[in-house]
């Protein structure tokens, strides 16, 4: 568990448990089995929507495919009975195992795609199976009867057990939920929704834990779908494979409050009977209005309040609880990091003779475009180079390869030693190679802090090290009073020295930093330069891409120029200012002539 | 199986492909169009589709307006006044639901309103199916044409061979290629299809020029809503049809323009054309429960095996 986030928890559990106490003491004054029925629905909805908010609410990954779990488990629990005789309180167990394998099968080649790709194809996973089902002639199974041994089989007289059943199904799934939200996994899950390639660079295996994210949601789909088909004791492929049940999950959780433990709880307790209630007193006359309240619902959301009820009346109504916010619980322990000792100096690990950072022969094309081509150069410990060169000339391509977001073509780049190339992103970012973007790349809508606890659990820190780390990488650049603020109301300036923090939060040996210094004033850039002068001195070894040429004759120790993807000069910046081909590049034949006339 | 009866199958699988091919190519130009200029992917097309269908149906079919065309040319008439229709349907739920989750209002945003755009397209998708069941009902219909039951014989060819080409479907595939030439004529030579290109572009710079990119937006929503229901109006001449029928197409349309390469708007054409034939050779060897099911593992696999298109390029990079 993250550090500082125990009274978070303890908060939400205690009201997870009076909520349901509460509706379960509601449940004793509804006689109507159609009530009870829909009071045993909405719990199960709302798991279903749990389950979602899990993938496409933390993670970001918006599937409209979800069906296929709960059909998985629906379908097991239904045939496991009628086949093998088997009850359903070990059918769920069972089809929660093979929700998570259908989880793992799916989602091996899915995440490979992102955003509208994988949207999409998420959808067509469940209809493929539906049709499957229907080919295989399960249209509609109904499940045995066992008059001799009910308990056994789940089977109960009175249907207020049902509701119980799903209550304590739904507080399984709330609490699961509730640790991931406080967990680093929480965390690292958040930081991939807002930016998967900074949190890549952060440190952060985006693919394993949107796998892991994507597994725990399919066994938790898949339980909800299992105790629904015994609760209606039928099965039929659309029922559980269909479109509306993959949209029932989006629309709770959308409508109650995504990427909340509470908002598919409160989106199935407000939407469900609603719909249900609707279906009944008008479904003969209307017979489609279920969809339209919910089509209707999820607009109007997305209109009015797009992040869902939860939030909104959060923000509308608990205003000063909310200025706190997520970052409350974690402030309290930053402050009391902060009242601590200095920040220790970032201090060069031991390491074998030669340069930190050796490049050899590096290429990199794009079509015809040879856009990084035999570059070499190298970087001693302690040292900051400045890669300058014309727009287009290659710079951050050459980041692009160095860190492992672009495969190179040929060559080689070693670290201490270490062969970079070839390694992923986020195992590049561990061997000690922190990144900063040209585009700033931050986690908007998180803290400060936690922006930069990011950097720190990407490299492996453990919970307490890590928010150590990461206060002690805000002192270094400054920005220690803007700890609790989220990213997105940071001026430009404290945007690129937050994400100077994240990248120095993983201990890192060698810094990349892409033009840090862009669309900053003279001030802001004195400010920064200054930090930047100050790592150094702490003994930090720094490769910066940068267009302002005063900035960095200021700045850097050595230059390496680059022009059309080649090194067009090495060496000492006086000297490579002065020299013709740069010159040249920079500012034209014509100026070149006119300078030697 | 006899030699001659898989070549009589192979004939009229390719004949099947083309003509069905087109229809779905038109149908996938209106998802392109869509996607290829506001970067939307519009999860209700399929319902588009099925308001064109429907369009058709209570124009011609049981003695409403255009069945005094007679069955012959009234279910085509029928179909091409689709378009309109749908054209401002489309063009409404652009100026009063999509324009307020895309646009310029989501340049630079997170995600650029993907999310948004998604949800809201699903919440319409939603709202019109389970409408169509309320207004419609949902028993199947059909707009009769004596077409759909009449075939042009060809043959005997190779081995005796003879090919079928069924009449209702011959006569849309022949609307449904020229009104893709149309579209294609209007997107490249008027000054509407350069401002529609030039907001597809670069949304931003085009208002600096001038143009009026909400407007261009609502006009490539209306547009592609219309392409699909013409579509759907051909396609009601040989299919029957209820409220939820775009289901069954809406896989087919991602795939076509998957296929064709996400944002080219006539890959999207050669797109349906392609899943067309796959759907006609599939039926050669699938029994028919998995024709669909089929369609579905093709989809995932041009997704997952390439992205960018069979005939267009990766436009993304890192």
Redesign the interface.
């Known amino acids: 568990m993250r550090q500082g986030v125990g009274s978070h928890l303890r908060r939400n559990l205690i009201v997870l448990a009076v909520v349901s106490v509460a509706y379960l003491l509601l449940t004793l004054f509804v006689s109507n089995s159609y009530y009870q029925l829909i009071l045993t629905l909405v719990p199960v909805w709302a798991l279903f929507g749990v389950s979602w908010n899990i993938l496409s609410g933390y993670g970001g990954q918006l599937s409209f495919g979800h069906a296929s779990f709960f059909g998985i488990g629906a379908y097991t629990v239904t045939l496991a009975l009628v086949y093998w005789n088997l009850s359903p309180w070990l059918g769920i167990p069972l089809g929660m195992v093979l929700g998570g394998l259908a989880a793992v099968l799916i989602g091996l080649p899915t995440f490979r795609l992102r955003g509208h790709y994988f949207a999409l194809s998420m959808l067509a996973y469940p209809l493929a199976i539906l049709y499957v089902m229907q080919y295989l002639g399960f249209q509609e199974v109904s499940m045995p009867m066992h008059r001799e041994s009910p308990l056994a089989y789940m089977e109960f007289a009175e249907p207020r057990v049902y509701t119980l059943i799903a209550v304590l199904l739904l507080v399984g799934g709330v609490v699961v939920s509730l640790f991931i939200e406080s967990s680093r996994f929480g965390l690292a899950l958040l930081a991939i929704r807002q930016n998967e390639l900074a949190a890549e660079a952060a440190g952060i295996d985006a693919r394993s834990e949107k796998m892991r994210s994507l597994i725990v949601s399919g066994m938790m789909g898949a339980v909800a779908g299992g105790f629904y088909a015994r609760v209606l004791l039928v099965v039929t492929p659309e029922s559980v494979f269909g479109m509306l049940v993959s949209a029932q999950a989006v629309v709770v959780t959308l409508f109650g409050g995504v990427a909340s433990v509470w908002g598919p709880v409160i989106g199935a307790a407000i939407l469900v009977p609603l719909a249900e209630t609707l279906q009944a007193e008008l479904g003969t006359y209307l017979p489609g209005i279920q969809g339209v309240v919910y089509g209707v619902a999820i607009i109007a959301v997305m209109l009015l309040s797009p992040d869902g009820l939860y939030w909104t009346i959060r923000d509308r109504w608990l205003r000063r609880d909310a200025s706190q916010g997520v970052s409350d619980v974690q402030s309290d322990v930053a402050a009391a990091a902060l009242d601590g000792k200095p920040p220790a100096p970032v201090r060069p690990v031991a390491h074998a003779s030669g340069p930190l950072l050796q490049v050899e022969g590096l290429s990199r094309a794009f079509g015809g475009l040879r856009a990084v081509s035999e570059v070499s150069f190298s970087i001693a410990e302690g040292e900051i180079l400045g890669i300058i060169g014309p727009n287009g000339a290659g710079k951050t391509t050459l980041f692009n390869v160095l860190n492992g977001v672009l495969s190179a073509d040929e060559g080689s780049a070693r670290l201490d030693g270490q062969p970079m190339l070839g390694r992923k992103t986020h195992e590049v970012c561990r061997m000690g190679v922190g990144r900063t973007f040209q585009v700033v790349r931050s986690f908007p809508r998180l803290p400060v802090l936690d922006n930069v606890i990011v950097g720190a659990y990407g490299a492996g820190a453990s919970d307490h090290e890590a928010i150590t780390r990461a206060v002690r990488a805000l002192r270094q650049v400054g920005l220690q009073d803007r700890a609790a603020v989220a990213a997105g109301q940071l001026t430009n300036k404290q945007l690129r020295l937050m994400e100077l923090a994240r990248a120095l939060a993983g201990n890192p040996r060698l810094l990349l930093l892409d033009e840090t210094l862009a669309g900053l004033g003279r001030e802001e850039c004195d400010d920064v330069l200054g930090v930047l002068a100050r790592l150094r001195e702490q003994g930090m070894t720094i490769c910066i891409i940068e267009h302002t040429m005063h900035a960095m004759m200021r700045l850097a120790d050595r230059f390496v120029v680059l022009d059309h993807g080649r090194v067009l000069a090495t060496g000492l910046p006086r000297v490579v200012v002065e020299d013709a081909s740069v010159i040249e590049a920079y500012l034209g034949k014509k100026w070149l002539a006119r300078r030697d006339a | 199986m006899d030699l001659e009866i898989l070549v009589e199958n192979v004939l009229n699988a390719v004949t099947a492909g083309i003509t069905i091919g087109c229809i779905y190519g038109l149908m996938c130009i209106g998802l392109g169009l869509i996607f290829g200029i506001m970067r939307i992917?519009n999860?209700a097309q399929g319902e588009l589709l099925m308001l064109g269908m429907f369009v058709s149906f209570y124009l011609v079919s049981e003695g409403r307006i255009l069945s005094a065309l007679g069955p012959y040319w009234g279910p085509f008439i029928g179909a091409m006044c689709a378009a309109p229709a749908i054209f401002a349907g489309g063009a409404l739920l652009h100026r009063f639901?999509i324009s307020?989750?895309s646009g310029l209002r989501t340049v630079g945003s997170?995600?650029e309103g993907?999310?948004?755009q998604?949800?809201?397209t699903?919440?319409?998708?939603?709202?019109?199916?389970?409408?169509?069941?309320?207004l419609f009902g949902?028993t199947p219909v059909a707009v009769r044409t004596p077409l759909s039951s009449e075939a042009f014989l060809i043959g005997p060819l190779y081995h005796g061979a003879t090919v079928f080409l069924n009449k209702a479907k011959l006569v849309a595939f022949f609307v449904a290629v020229l009104a893709a030439v149309a579209l294609y004529v209007t997107l490249e030579y008027t000054r509407l299809g350069k401002a529609l290109r030039a907001s597809a572009d670069n949304p931003t710079a085009a208002t600096y020029m001038g143009i009026d990119v909400d407007r261009a937006y609502r006009i490539a929503f209306g547009l592609g809503s219309g392409i699909t229901a013409v579509a759907g109006g051909l396609m009601a001449t040989y299919i029957s049809f209820t409220?939820f029928v775009g289901?069954d197409y809406v896989?087919i349309m991602?795939s076509g323009v998957?296929l064709g390469g996400?944002g080219s708007i006539f890959g999207a054409f050669w797109g349906g054309v392609t899943v067309g034939f796959v759907q006609q050779f599939s039926a050669l060897i699938l029994?028919p429960?998995?024709q669909?099911?089929a369609i579905?593992?093709v989809?995932?696999m041009i997704?997952?095996l390439r992205?960018q298109g069979l005939f267009g390029r990766s436009a993304e990079?890192?």
């Open positions: 992917v999860f639901l307020r989750v997170l995600d993907h999310f948004g998604l949800i809201v699903l919440g319409i998708s939603l709202i019109l199916q389970n409408g169509g069941q309320i949902s409220p289901f896989i991602y998957v996400m029994p429960q998995l669909n099911a579905f593992v989809f995932l997704v997952l992205p990079r890192a």
